[in-house]
């Protein structure tokens, strides 16, 4: 299985961002997917998480209302749809399954929000 994330970049603090995460070599349908961030130093979070069975939405607090996990069953990708940023979001973001499999090996995709 292989995961790439893309989308990332610098913006300005109220911009908005959209993230997306192809895999391939697995059908993402029957999958829990996620996205986590990780600042330098610190551990990797969840940020976002859609279940498949249901496609219930889970977001932490400091990203409720203005972030949005989607996927495209047919493209096989998923998306984070962030709006409304703050410094605070500045990352690395990586999408996985929840609970995430070691062995997807994704390189992340640095966001840089700036004040």
């Known amino acids: 299985v292989q995961v790439v994330e893309s989308g990332g970049g610098m913006v300005q603090a109220g911009g908005s961002m959209r993230l997306s995460c192809a895999v391939s070599g697995l059908t993402i349908w029957y999958v829990t997917w996620a996205w986590y961030r990780q600042t330098p130093g610190g551990e990797r979070t969840l940020v976002a998480r859609?279940?498949?069975?249901?496609?219930?939405?889970l977001y932490i607090d400091s990203v409720m209302g203005r972030f949005s996990i989607t996927k495209a069953n047919a493209k096989n990708t998923i998306f984070l749809h962030m709006n409304n940023l703050n410094p605070e979001a500045t990352a690395i973001y990586y999408c996985?399954?929840?609970?995430?499999?070691?062995?997807?090996g994704g390189q992340g995709t640095q966001v840089t929000v700036s004040s």
């Open positions: 859609l279940r498949w069975m249901d496609n219930t939405e």
């Open positions: 996985n399954e929840d609970p995430p499999d070691a062995d997807y």
